[in-house]
């Protein structure tokens, strides 16, 4: 069939013309007599992936060489347990947002650790259950001096809520950006560590991209198990066992694509497709947002009909399917309504969104 | 350029047709409209390829419903650490065999969890440094009575040595099959938990296959990060966060290509690509094999050239690769010449290998 609009959350739609070429490429990559995925690791031809991949995302993040972008399996999930383990030792207190689903995992995580270890966490803001779904507003932080680091979720996907401004919280940042990873502009060269789940605007799903500064890898505890220490990735260059190579390929063509399209210029698009849903569901009662309108996502859209109608969103759903228009369910844990439009999501695909809610509420309003 | 006689340990060559496949339907999955890697792991589409994936490696390994088939990222390495932290609890005992690099990896991660809690690994049988490789004599191994689990590894990859039959241990066996598995007859049923690095024999790297009977994932130790508990995958079928769906996507393929060319068929062929390089080794003193006789690996021949020779090893690799065959270089930590011949790889490659041995030791013999 025609290319779906896929609204999904993760894994969610890659640059059409990353997948073309990778097709094309797919059997004999290049000329080199294999695929990608039968390439060794160690070989010339992988080296080359590998190496643009890591030096496009430093420069699209504006990275010296104080930094290290790291190949991670387990997606940020992993993160989560890597994080407590390598920096919250014993005596040790870490800040942690608990600003959405996410966030709360990575808390939960991190609580696991401290107490096995004798370490404190404290939870510097909470507004996870907060109806609209929100984030911590920048005087709500309460941040624990001296505290060996702070960890925040910058985007919410299940809430659709987004931080707008890092906050300021006087220990080593550490940030989860799976969700809005280079959709909009950061200074990401003042945090300490960001990490992002691949599948949303980054590649496909099997890996998190941990950038890392190489002065605070260091830091981590040295009796933890090899493939859990970060320095085990920023010493060999995610080479210490076989990575991910075909995620690494991919990713690293996505990166090219948004070099090429300008990141800037994708900044600008993706306030302009967010706006556009907004300004619909902002246009009439028919429709609710979920997010308090001044964290709302640029990213993941979240939004109910009239009444939490859930047997209206359920039409919604289904006839937008049949209309080539998938995944626009809300997470399983809140339900409602949710598109995801990333950097690889097309205009015209937010345009035939807008023209069927517009047509919708007139029928179902 | 044609297709390359691709002699990788690993990323290593995958079936010709798995590869067309995978390229006709990159773009558009069987008209669903998108890539299987944009799909959503919560999905319909999506949940076939995962469902199909289990069920036909379950089948090829006789499993039934005492086992799950979990898909972990981290490959062999990440599951040497989390098998000590799941079933290396306070007090207990577990047995290892250093057969070579790998087992002596899984040891090295099992002495720093008992370090940690109070555990004792015991070194089962030693034999990680003998030359000619080898693996240990039936009556070597030496089992702890009570051991909570013995890890072992079935084919070491770098020595190019293989237990042709697995031994008894009187405690649940785990073996890391990362280099043979579903390459020749075993009785998978017998054992309690066996995992693979999928880039060699299975598919793509970015996973380890891991099948483990789920009355002994429930024995793991409770307080572990939850990614790396074995019950976190078996009791939500390896979706607990987002898998690596494009992975197992080849994998299933790969599985189904297994099934078609009938795994006895297989079997067969392997043992008989194998022996033909073997021949042309014993045949002269120009060639020595590297592993002793009866442990010679069907999966990894590793041989050297006479008196360790490596200027001539050297050019026999350069040579080869001109003529289109890849990767016959041994491990960068033993030098000498390996032949990886997997599943996949074809008959008429280990043809040209071993009439292009044969040329090179008359011009250079």
Same mark, same amino acid.
């Not at 894994?11 to 013309?17: D, I, N, W």
């Not at 407590?84 to 709360?104: E, I, R």
């Not at 991910?244 to 600008?268: A, C, H, Q, R, S």
């Not at 939490?308 to 399917?321: G, R, T, V, W, Y």
């Given at each position: ?47 080359? &992936? ?13 990275? %010296? ?5 790291? *190949? ?8 989560? !347990?890597?994080?407590?383990? %390598? ?13 959405? /689903? ?11 650790? !401290? ?78 560590? *960001?990490? !992002?789940?691949?599948? #949303? ?22 009796? &933890? ?8 990735? /920023? ?5 210490? %066992?076989?990575?991910? /190579? ?26 302009? @497709? ?11 009662? *028919? ?5 308090? #309108? ?5 990213? %993941? ?12 969103? @359920? ?7 049949? =209309? ?19 950097? !690889? ?7 035939? =969104? ?12």
């Amino acid at each position: 069939m025609a290319r779906a609009y896929n609204f999904s959350a993760g894994p969610a739609v890659l640059p059409l013309e990353v997948l073309q070429d990778a097709q094309k490429d797919l059997v004999d990559y290049k000329g080199c007599g294999m695929s990608v995925m039968e390439m060794s690791h160690r070989g010339k031809d992988y080296d080359v &992936i590998h190496q643009e991949a890591i030096a496009t995302y430093k420069e699209l993040c504006g990275l %010296n060489d104080d930094w290290s972008v790291c *190949f991670i399996q387990g997606g940020a999930s992993m993160q989560f !347990a890597m994080i407590a383990m %390598n920096f919250l030792t014993k005596g040790a207190v870490a800040d942690y947002g608990k600003q959405g /689903t996410w966030s709360a995992k990575a808390l939960k995580e991190a609580q696991l650790v !401290a107490k096995l270890r004798g370490a404190t966490v404290n939870v510097a803001a909470d507004c996870q259950k907060d109806i609209p779904t929100r984030m911590p507003k920048a005087d709500e932080w309460k941040w624990t001096p001296g505290a060996a680091y702070s960890h925040i979720c910058s985007n919410e996907t299940i809430a659709g809520a987004e931080l707008k401004e890092l906050p300021q919280t006087g220990s080593p940042l550490i940030v989860d950006m799976s969700s809005d990873i280079l959709s909009c502009p950061r200074d990401y060269s003042k945090l300490d560590m *960001f990490y !992002a789940g691949a599948q #949303k605007n980054l590649g496909p799903s099997g890996m998190a991209v941990v950038a890392i500064k190489k002065e605070f890898a260091a830091k981590g505890a040295a009796e &933890i198990p090899t493939m859990l220490k970060y320095t085990t990735y /920023t010493e060999e260059n995610s080479l210490y %066992n076989t990575p991910p /190579t075909w995620g690494i390929y991919i990713f690293g063509e996505t990166m090219k694509w948004v070099k090429k399209m300008g990141k800037e210029n994708l900044f600008k698009l993706n306030a302009e @497709k967010a706006q556009k849903i907004y300004d619909v569901i902002d246009s009439s009662d *028919f429709w609710t947002g979920t997010a308090l #309108k001044e964290f709302r996502s640029n990213m %993941n859209v979240t939004w109910r009909i009239q009444g939490n109608n859930e047997e209206l969103e @359920k039409k919604f759903i289904d006839e937008a399917k049949k =209309l080539g228009m998938s995944s626009l369910k809300g997470h399983r844990s809140v339900g409602g309504l949710r598109a995801s439009i990333y950097n !690889a999501f097309p205009m015209e695909g937010v345009d035939a =969104l807008v023209s069927f809610m517009k047509d919708f509420e007139k029928k179902n309003g």
